[in-house]
C-alpha cells in the first residue's frame, strides 16, 4: 500500500464536484482510497484517521486543496492523481471544471511554484501595492503596478529601486502592456513583429499598436511607464530604463515613445537618451514640438497614427527622416504658432462621401464638435487636431470630453466598459441646436465592453431621431481602436457603426480631422459662433474644408 | 479570455447585506478570490464579499443581482482586479458592470425569540424534528464524509473519520453552552475549525450552526454568539476563506437567509413547512446544509437543557463515553 498526494494552491471547488471527483478517482484500478479536502490543521488529521496523511499535504494551508490516495502501487497512485488534476483543471473535455485556477497568496509562493517567474501583475488596493511591489523587486522580478493612489515618494523608491536592480516597473496606475507578446490590464491583441513601444499614456499605447497591426507590422514589446513617469520629480525614471532595455533586445529594431507633454526638463534627458541609442526611435509627445525631437537626431510625430506609420515604414526597412513631413500647412512652423497638421488623404470614398452629405444637410446654427471619449489620450490628440486644423481659439469653443476622467466615473464604470454615461451625453448632444458632430472613439481589446459599438447605436439613433423631429441632421464620427483579433473584432465593430450611419475612420487623428473639417465647412453657412475666428488652415475644396491626417500608405 | 454570449452591459444588483453596505461605500480595489459558475468571491482588506445570481440565497457578506451569469462563462478569474464604490462593482477583465443603487437592503441579523417561549416550542417539535432530520439526512446517505453520521447512525457500526473526530469536540462545546461558559465554548470551537470535507469544513459550518441557535434562542444571562470572536481571530491560518467569512459574521450573530428560515420553522410561532424547511437544509451543498442542521440542533438541546439527557443527535455510546 502507497499513499500519495498532491496540493492545489488556493483551489475553491464545490463541495459537490469534490465528492463527485473523489468517488470516481477511488474507482480507478490499484486505489483503495481516496480523499479531497482543504489542508486545514485539523484536516490533517481526518486525512491521518483515513491512513492518507502524505507529506505533500503538511506543507499545504489552508486555502489549499489536496488530493490524497491511497493505492495498491505508486503508479496507480500517480494515475489517480493526474485523474484528479485534469478534473480540476477544466482540461478534461467532460467537465466545466474552469473555476480553478492556480494562483498563490504571496509573490514567494507564486514564484516557488511557477521556478522562473519574471513579471508580478500588482493589483492590490495602493495602500498595499508598495509593499507588494518592494517584495517583487527584491527578488528580482519586474513588475506591472495596475494600482493606483500609490504616493509618488513611493514610485520614485521603486522605481530607483528598480534601476539598481536592472528591472521595470511599470506604473503606478499602469493600464497597459504587452510584455513577450502576453497582454496585461486593457490591451490589443496585436501581432508580433519587431516595434517596441514605451509609454506614459494607455490609449496611446492601444491606438499606436493597433495601427501597427493594421499597417502589417507587429509589436515586440509594449511598456507602459505611467502617467507620472515623466514628471519632473520622478525625471521619467523608468522611460529611460526601458529605452534601455528595448535598445538591447534583439528582437525590437525599432522604438516609439509616446506620452502626454512631459516636463521640459525631463523631456530633454528622456531624447538625448534617445537619440543616443543605436536604434531608430520614433517620439510622439503629444503636443510637443517636433523641432526639439528634430534637434537630437529622432523621429517627431505629432499624432499617433504618425508615430505608428513611421514605426512601421521603418519596420520595412525603409527610411523615415520626420513623421511630420506630410504636413502642408506649416505645421508647428506657422506664422500664428499653431501647431496644424493636414489630413492629407482625407477619409477614404465612403466616408469622404458620407461627410459631404452630413455637411449639406447641416442646418444654420449647427456648428459644434461634441467628442465625448473614452480614452483621454484620444481626447487629447483630437483637442489638439482641433487646435491645429481649426485654429487655437475657435477649437476652444467645440467640446472635447474625456469621459474616463475622474471627474466622471466617480460612481460609475469607466465608458470603456459600460456605454450608459456617454449614451446620455450623446442623447443630451442632441438636444442642443448649435452640434453639428458628435466625434467617438470605441475602444476595443482586453477589458473593455464586450459589444462597444452595439451599445452605442442605440443612444445615436435616438439623437439622430431626436435632433429630425427639430428639423436637424447630426453628423456622428468615429473611430474604432481594436484589432480583428480582439475578441470583438474590428471589422465587426465597424459594420455595426456603419450600419447606424456613422462616418467611419480608421484613426483617431483622422476622425478629429474629419469632424473638423466638417465644422469648418458649417462656417461657411454663416453658423459659426460669434467670433469663432475660422482657420484658414485646412483650406476648403468642394465644399469640404479636409483638414488632414496621414492614412496607411499616404505619404508621412 | 472574453464571454463570446451576449449580455447587458450593467448588471443591476437586488439585494445587498446590510452588513457589507459601510464596506462597499469605502471602495478601493480588491480582487477576484475565487470563481463558481453562479457566484464570484471578492477577497477585500474588509472580508470577503460573495456576489450570486438570483438562485443564491442572501448571504451576510453577500449581494444578489437578477437573473443569472455564469461567471465562469465570462472569463472571471482568480485575481482579477475588482474596482468597488458605493454605487458599483466593476470588474474589467469580464466586462462586467454591478449597478448598487438600485439594491434593496437585506438585514442577516438573526432575530431572537424570548428564551423560555423558543425553550417550550423546542422542547414540543424537538421529536418531530429528529425524525424529519433523520429521514432528508438518510435520503441522502452516501453524500459525503460529513457529520451527517452522527444524525441516522445507528450507534453500532464505525463512524466516518469526520464524524468521529468531531463528535466528541461538538459534545464539549454543547456543554459549554449549557453552561453558559463563553470561555469554554470558544475553546471548544477552537477545535472544530477547519475540520472536515468542503470549502466550508463540516467542523465550521457546525459552529455557524450552533451560533445560529445561541442567537435565535439566548439565554438569561451573558452568552451569546460573541464567544466565536475567539474563533475568528484565528480563523484565517485554520480554515479556508469562504468558511472564516461565514464565522466572522456568525460571531456578529449575521447568518444567511436559509438559516432565518430554518430557525423560524424550528422555534417560530407557526411550524408549517418545517419538513419542507428541514429537507431543503439537509440538501443544500454536499455536506453544509446537513452540518449545520447539526450544529442547529445541537446547540438548541444544550440551550434547552437536554444535551445530556435526550441529545438531538444519538451519539453512539463510544462517543458519549469519550465525550
Known amino acids: ?556 | 479570455m472574453h464571454p463570446t454570449s451576449t449580455r447587458p452591459d450593467a448588471l443591476d444588483a437586488t439585494l445587498v447585506s446590510d452588513a457589507i453596505r459601510a464596506h462597499l461605500a469605502r471602495g478601493g480595489r480588491c480582487v477576484v478570490h475565487s470563481v463558481f459558475r453562479s457566484v464570484v468571491n471578492l477577497e477585500t482588506p474588509g472580508g470577503l464579499i460573495t456576489i450570486g445570481g438570483s438562485s443564491v440565497e442572501p448571504l451576510p457578506h453577500g449581494l444578489r443581482m437578477r437573473g443569472d451569469i455564469d461567471f465562469r462563462a465570462a472569463g472571471l478569474r482568480i485575481g482579477h482586479q475588482v474596482l468597488l464604490d458605493e454605487r458599483w462593482i466593476r470588474i474589467p477583465a469580464g466586462a462586467i458592470a454591478i449597478d448598487l443603487s438600485h439594491a434593496a437592503g437585506w438585514s442577516p441579523r438573526l432575530p431572537s425569540t424570548d428564551f423560555a417561549l423558543a425553550r417550550t416550542r423546542w422542547r414540543v417539535r424537538a421529536s418531530d424534528v429528529r425524525g424529519l432530520v433523520a429521514a432528508a439526512v438518510r435520503a441522502r446517505s452516501g453524500s459525503g464524509d460529513g457529520l451527517g453520521d452522527l444524525v441516522h447512525h445507528d450507534g453500532h457500526t464505525s463512524l466516518q473519520s469526520v464524524a468521529r473526530l468531531a463528535a466528541p469536540r461538538l459534545q464539549r462545546l454543547a456543554a459549554a453552552l449549557r453552561d453558559a461558559d463563553p470561555s469554554a465554548a470558544g475553546m471548544a470551537a477552537e477545535s472544530l475549525v477547519g475540520l472536515g470535507p468542503g470549502l466550508t469544513p463540516s467542523g465550521d459550518d457546525a459552529l455557524v450552526g450552533m451560533a445560529a441557535a445561541v442567537t435565535a434562542m439566548p439565554p438569561p444571562g451573558t452568552l451569546d454568539a460573541t464567544y466565536l470572536r475567539r474563533v475568528v481571530d484565528t480563523a484565517p491560518a485554520r480554515t479556508t476563506a469562504v468558511s472564516t467569512a461565514f464565522l466572522r459574521h456568525a460571531a456578529d450573530g449575521e447568518f444567511a437567509a436559509g438559516l432565518h428560515e430554518l430557525m423560524a420553522a424550528l422555534i417560530g410561532p407557526d411550524p408549517t413547512g418545517l419538513a419542507s424547511t428541514i429537507e431543503r437544509s439537509v440538501a443544500f451543498g454536499a455536506t453544509s446544509g446537513t452540518d449545520t442542521l447539526v450544529g442547529v440542533l445541537m446547540g438548541l438541546d444544550a440551550l434547552a437543557g437536554t444535551v445530556v439527557d435526550t441529545p438531538a443527535v444519538p451519539l453512539p455510546e463510544t462517543v458519549r463515553a469519550a465525550a
Open chain 1, 1 to 556: 500500500m502507497t499513499v500519495h498526494a498532491r496540493v492545489f494552491r488556493n483551489s475553491y471547488r464545490d463541495s459537490v464536484e469534490l465528492m463527485r471527483i473523489a468517488a470516481e478517482i477511488e474507482g480507478l484500478d490499484g486505489i483503495t482510497r481516496a480523499g479531497l479536502v482543504m489542508a486545514t490543521l485539523a484536516n490533517r488529521e481526518v486525512l491521518q484517521e483515513a491512513g492518507l496523511l502524505a507529506e505533500a499535504a503538511l506543507a499545504a494551508g489552508p486555502n489549499d486543496l489536496v488530493v490524497a490516495v491511497a493505492a495498491d502501487a505508486d503508479a496507480a497512485a500517480e494515475i489517480a492523481l493526474d485523474r484528479a488534476a485534469e478534473r480540476l483543471s477544466g482540461t478534461d473535455a467532460g467537465t466545466a471544471a474552469d473555476a480553478v485556477r492556480t494562483s498563490w497568496r504571496t509573490i514567494a509562493e507564486g514564484v516557488a511554484d511557477l521556478g522562473g517567474a519574471d513579471v508580478a501583475l500588482v493589483s492590490t488596493p495602493g495602500t498595499y501595492a508598495t509593499a507588494e511591489a518592494l517584495k517583487a523587486l527584491k527578488r528580482g522580478i519586474n513588475v506591472f503596478l495596475f494600482s493606483d493612489n500609490v504616493p509618488i515618494e513611493d514610485e520614485i523608491e521603486l522605481k530607483n529601486l528598480a534601476v539598481a536592480r536592472d528591472l521595470l516597473l511599470m506604473g503606478p496606475d499602469c493600464g497597459t502592456a504587452i510584455l513577450d507578446g502576453v497582454p496585461l490590464g486593457f490591451a490589443n491583441a496585436v501581432r508580433r513583429g519587431d516595434i517596441g513601444l514605451i509609454g506614459a499614456s494607455g490609449t496611446g499605447l492601444q491606438q499606436v499598436s493597433c495601427l501597427i497591426d493594421r499597417g502589417g507590422a507587429g509589436v515586440s514589446q509594449a511598456i507602459g511607464v505611467g502617467g507620472r513617469d515623466l514628471d519632473a520629480r520622478v525625471g521619467g525614471t523608468m522611460m529611460l530604463a526601458a529605452l534601455r532595455r528595448l535598445d538591447a533586445d534583439p528582437g525590437t529594431r525599432v522604438i516609439v515613445l509616446i506620452s502626454k507633454p512631459p516636463a521640459d526638463t525631463v523631456a530633454r534627458v528622456v531624447l538625448q537618451a534617445a537619440g543616443s541609442l543605436e536604434t531608430p526611435v520614433v517620439v510622439n509627445f503629444l503636443g510637443g514640438d517636433p523641432a526639439t525631437v528634430r534637434a537630437f537626431g529622432l523621429i517627431p510625430a505629432r499624432t499617433f497614427e504618425a508615430a505608428a506609420n513611421a514605426a512601421t515604414a521603418l519596420s520595412r526597412g525603409e527610411a523615415v527622416a520626420d513623421a511630420t513631413a506630410g504636413d502642408t500647412t506649416g505645421g508647428a512652423d506657422s506664422a500664428d504658432g499653431a501647431d496644424r497638421t493636414e489630413v492629407s488623404a482625407g477619409p477614404a470614398g465612403a466616408s469622404r462621401r458620407a461627410s459631404a452629405d452630413a455637411i449639406a444637410r447641416l442646418q444654420p446654427g449647427q456648428w459644434r464638435i461634441r467628442g465625448l471619449f473614452a480614452g483621454g489620450s484620444l481626447s487629447g490628440e483630437a483637442k489638439l487636431i482641433l487646435g491645429w486644423t481649426l485654429g487655437a481659439e475657435a477649437a476652444r469653443t467645440h467640446e472635447i470630453l474625456d469621459l474616463g476622467d475622474d471627474e466622471y466615473t466617480v460612481g460609475r464604470p469607466h465608458p470603456m466598459i459600460d456605454p450608459r454615461l456617454r449614451n446620455e451625453h450623446i442623447v443630451a448632444a442632441a438636444d442642443d441646436p448649435s452640434t453639428a458632430v458628435i466625434l467617438l472613439d470605441v475602444v476595443l481589446g482586453h477589458g473593455a465592453n464586450a459589444d462597444p459599438a452595439g451599445a452605442l447605436v442605440p443612444a445615436i439613433r435616438d439623437a439622430r431621431q431626436r435632433a429630425a423631429r427639430a428639423g436637424r441632421h447630426l453628423a456622428v464620427v468615429a473611430s474604432v481602436c481594436g484589432t480583428d483579433a480582439d475578441f470583438q473584432g474590428r471589422s465587426r465593430q465597424e459594420a455595426i457603426l456603419a450600419a447606424a450611419g456613422v462616418i467611419l475612420a480608421p484613426s483617431n487623428a483622422q476622425a478629429a480631422g474629419i469632424a473638423a473639417a466638417i465644422a469648418a465647412a458649417t462656417r461657411g453657412d454663416g453658423g459659426g459662433p460669434a467670433g469663432g475666428g475660422a482657420s484658414d488652415g485646412a483650406g476648403s475644396a468642394g465644399g469640404i474644408a479636409m483638414s488632414v491626417v496621414t492614412g496607411p500608405g499616404a505619404p508621412l
